[in-house]
């Protein structure tokens, strides 16, 4: 079972509740998984900036 099952079980139930991985992970093919099935954003820690944080959550919560 993939570590991304509860957010497909909860994007396909009809949840929309933007998700904003904060995670290490720095594989593409994970991050384009994560960001196909929840349409979401991912932030990698090492590329960690609160600017870029509160720009993504702003961006998601449609706040200008």
Do not use: H
């Not at 384009?32 to 998601?60: F, G, N, P």
């Amino acid at each position: 079972r993939s570590t991304l099952f509860p957010y497909t079980t909860l994007f396909r139930s009809g949840d929309k509740t933007p998700i904003i991985f904060l995670t290490n992970v720095k594989d593409i093919d994970y991050m384009s998984r994560a960001l196909q099935i929840t349409q979401s954003d991912y932030i990698v820690k090492s590329d960690l900036r609160l600017s870029k944080i509160v720009e993504r959550v702003k961006d998601k919560l449609k706040i200008k």
